[in-house]
C-alpha cells in the first residue's frame, strides 16, 4: 500500500455559509485540494426557481464572486484543485462564469463540469411509472409542480475529470461526499472493488462535508471552543490510500479537533451507520476508531465496505400549496397563557374569514413558544412564564389564504391580551412549500458525462448490485450492566455522553458518544427505542431504531415520520431535528454510585 498521502479542506458545508475561513485554508492547510459542498433538496428547488426566471442562474454565484475569484491567483499559485458542488441546477453556467474569471486573471487553469444529474426534462415519462416515494408510500406527484428533479451522483466522474487534466471540478447534484472521495480515487487510483478504502474516504468526506461541526461547531462541550467561534478552523482531511485519515485544522485557528468533535459529526445524519448508502460503495462505520494522536489531530480508521448499488436516488422537489406564518413577543405576568389564547383568536378569526370567502379551511396549523419548553412535551417544567416568543404558522393550497391569515394575525394587534409586542417590519409573504420526493432509478438509466473545454466523454459506469442486508452482521450488544443488589443511582445522559443530531427527509438521527467505554453498557440499558419514542411522543409517528457502533462505543437512534414533514414542507421552529439530541441529553441514567460519584 502507498505510503503517499493527500490534504483536502473543507470550504463550505452549505449554500450562505461565511468564507471567511478560506484564507486560513489557503495560507495554513497545506492543502492539494479545496472541496465544497454547496446543496440540499431545498437548495435544489431554489436554484431551480431561479433558472426558470434567469436562464443563466441556478448555481452558487458567490461560489465564483466570493469565494473562488478573489483567491484565483493564490489558488493557482500554490497548485491546490477545486472540486466543488455550486453547479446545482445550472453545472455549465457555473462553469462559464469560472472560466470569463480564470480568463480575466490571465491564468492557465482547466475547467470541468459532470452532468447528468438533472432528470427534469423526464418527469413526465418519470410519472407514467408506477413510482412511489420510498419512504412514506406516496404516488409519483403531479408533473407540472415539479421543481427539480436530480440524481444524487458519485464520485468516480469527478476522478475521470481530474485525470483528463481539470484543475477544478464542477457538478450539480452528487452525493456530499463525493467531492472528497472523487480527489481520493484520481490521487490513489483506486477501482471500484477497492471498498474499504472508497468507504474510508467517503467517511472522510462526510466529515468535511459540514465543516466546523467537526472543529467544535455544534459540539455538545461547546464551552471548550466557546472562546474560538468567531476564528473557528474549517476541518482538514489527510487521507491516506487505505482509506484512514488524519482529521485536523489550519493551526492558529480556533476550534477543537477531538475525537468527540469528529465522533459527533461521523453520527451526523447517517441512518443505519452498517448501511450508509453512497453510490460508489454502501459504508460500515460501526467498527470506526477515533484517536487522538496529537493535539488538534485526530486518526480514523476501520470503515468498512460493500458493494455500490446498482441504483441512484432521486430527489424530486414539488410544490405543494403555500405556507407562511409570524412570530411575535409577549412579556408580562402569564405571557405564556396570554400568547396561546391569542394564537386560538387569531385562528378562529382566520377560519371564520376564510369561510366567508369561500378559500376552505388551513390545511395545517404550527403553535409553538419557545420560553414555556413547549419542545419537551409532557416534560415541560415552566409554567407562567413571564416573557415568550410566539410562533403561529399555517399552510393552505392558496397564496391568498395564507395572507387572510397573516392579516388577521397582525389584525389582532389592538385586541391581543396585554404585553404584546413585534419588532417592527412589513408583514411576511406567503411561500411555496417545497415537498420532497425520494425515488430510486437504475444507474444505467442515468447517462453521466465529463465536459472539459471542447472535450466530452462519457463516464465509466460502475453498475453496482441489489444490496443484500442479511449479509450485515450486527454487532453483539453492549455488556450487561451491573448486576442485581449494586447500588444506583440516576444521573443525566450528558454527564455520560455526548449528542448530535439532524434529518434525513421526514426522519432524524440521535448520534450518542459514550465519554468513556464503560458508561456504554448502561446507556444502552436505559436508552431503548420505546423510551426514544416516548420522549419524542409530541412529535413522532412512526417507529425508533437503535443501532450500536462499537468502535466508537456510540448508539444511533433513527427515528421514522418525525419532523412534520421535514426541510420547508414543516411549519416547526426545528423542522430538521437540529435540536433533538438537546432534548434527550437530560435523560437520567441508572449508573453504579460508584461512577456517579467519580463524575
Known amino acids: 500500500m502507498s505510503s503517499k498521502t493527500i490534504r ?33 433538496e431545498i437548495t435544489m428547488s ?15 454565484l458567490d461560489f465564483v464572486s466570493t469565494f473562488i475569484e478573489p483567491r484565483l491567483d493564490e489558488i493557482a499559485k500554490r497548485g491546490i484543485k477545486v472540486i466543488a458542488n455550486a453547479g446545482g441546477v445550472n453545472a455549465n453556467a457555473c462553469a462559464a462564469a469560472l472560466r470569463d474569471a480564470v480568463d480575466k486573471h490571465g491564468l492557465d487553469l482547466k475547467v470541468a463540469v459532470v452532468i447528468g444529474d438533472d432528470l427534469s426534462d423526464r418527469v413526465e415519462q418519470l410519472a407514467g411509472r408506477d413510482i412511489v416515494e420510498m419512504f412514506s408510500g406516496d404516488p409519483f406527484p403531479p408533473p407540472d409542480q415539479v421543481a427539480s428533479s436530480n440524481a444524487y451522483l458519485g464520485a468516480f466522474p469527478i476522478a475521470q475529470a481530474l485525470a483528463a487534466g481539470a484543475d477544478i471540478v464542477i457538478t450539480g447534484r452528487v452525493v456530499d461526499s463525493a467531492v472528497t472521495l472523487g480527489a481520493c480515487i484520481h490521487e490513489f487510483d483506486l477501482a471500484p472493488d477497492d471498498l474499504d478504502a472508497l468507504a474510508g474516504a467517503s467517511l472522510a468526506g462526510h466529515i468535511l462535508e459540514c465543516t466546523a461541526q467537526a472543529t467544535g461547531g455544534n459540539f455538545t462541550d461547546w464551552e471548550l471552543v466557546a472562546d474560538g467561534y468567531e476564528s473557528i478552523g474549517h476541518p482538514i ?13 489550519p493551526p492558529g485557528t480556533g476550534g477543537t479537533v477531538t475525537p468527540h468533535t469528529v465522533g ?26 477515533l484517536e487522538q494522536v496529537e493535539a488538534d489531530q485526530v486518526l480514523v480508521r476501520g470503515a468498512k465496505g460493500l458493494p455500490a448499488p446498482d441504483s441512484y436516488k432521486v430527489s424530486l422537489t414539488y410544490a405543494d400549496g403555500f405556507r407562511g406564518g409570524q412570530v411575535v413577543f409577549f412579556y408580562g405576568a402569564q405571557a405564556d397563557q396570554k400568547a396561546r389564547r391569542f394564537a386560538e383568536a387569531t385562528l378562529a378569526r382566520t377560519s371564520r374569514r376564510l369561510q366567508e370567502l369561500g378559500l376552505g379551511n388551513l390545511a395545517e396549523t404550527c403553535v409553538e413558544l419557545i420560553g414555556d419548553e413547549s419542545h419537551y412535551g409532557a416534560r415541560r417544567k415552566v409554567s407562567g412564564s413571564r416573557e415568550v416568543a ?14 387572510v391569515m ?9 385586541a391581543a391580551p396585554p404585553g404584546l409586542a413585534m419588532f417592527a417590519g412589513g408583514r411576511p409573504k406567503p411561500t411555496p412549500v417545497v415537498r420532497l420526493f425520494s425515488f430510486l432509478i437504475a444507474k444505467d438509466e442515468v447517462p453521466v458525462g465529463v465536459e472539459l473545454g471542447e472535450q466530452r466523454f462519457e463516464a465509466d459506469l460502475n453498475a453496482g448490485q441489489t444490496l443484500d442486508m442479511s449479509k450485515i452482521h450486527r454487532p453483539a450488544p453492549p455488556d450487561q450492566p451491573a448486576e442485581p443488589g449494586v447500588d444506583m443511582r440516576q444521573v443525566p445522559l450528558i454527564d455520560l455522553a455526548l449528542g448530535r443530531s439532524g434529518d434525513k427527509g421526514n426522519n432524524a438521527n440521535i448520534g450518542i458518544i459514550a465519554r468513556r467505554p464503560e458508561f456504554l453498557p448502561y446507556i444502552w440499558a436505559s436508552l431503548t427505542e420505546q423510551v426514544v419514542r416516548d420522549r419524542f411522543a409530541h412529535f413522532i409517528e412512526g417507529p425508533v431504531e437503535r443501532f450500536h457502533l462499537p468502535g466508537s462505543h456510540s448508539i444511533n437512534f433513527l427515528l421514522h415520520d418525525v419532523l412534520g414533514g421535514g426541510g420547508v414542507a414543516s411549519l416547526r421552529n426545528d423542522p430538521q431535528g437540529k435540536g433533538y439530541a438537546q432534548l434527550l441529553l437530560d435523560f437520567p441514567i441508572a449508573v453504579p454510585a460508584a461512577i456517579a460519584e467519580a463524575l
Open 8 to 40: 483536502l479542506g473543507g470550504a463550505t458545508g452549505f449554500w450562505g455559509e461565511s468564507a471567511l475561513a478560506m484564507d486560513d485554508l489557503l495560507e495554513r492547510g497545506g492543502l492539494d485540494y479545496l472541496v465544497f459542498d454547496f446543496l440540499a
Open 46 to 60: 431554489i436554484m431551480a426557481r431561479a433558472r426558470m426566471a434567469k436562464p443563466d442562474a441556478g448555481y452558487a
Open 237 to 249: 482531511a489527510e487521507v491516506a490510500a487505505d482509506g484512514s485519515f488524519v482529521c485536523t485544522k
Open 264 to 289: 459527533e459529526q461521523m453520527l451526523y445524519e447517517i441512518g443505519d451507520p452498517q448501511a450508509y448508502i453512497l453510490p460508489d460503495v454502501v459504508c460500515d462505520f460501526s467498527a470506526v476508531t
Open 390 to 403: 410566539l410562533k403561529i404558522a399555517a399552510k393552505h393550497p392558496s397564496a391568498k389564504g395564507i395572507s
Open 406 to 414: 397573516l392579516k388577521e394575525l397582525i389584525g389582532m394587534a389592538l
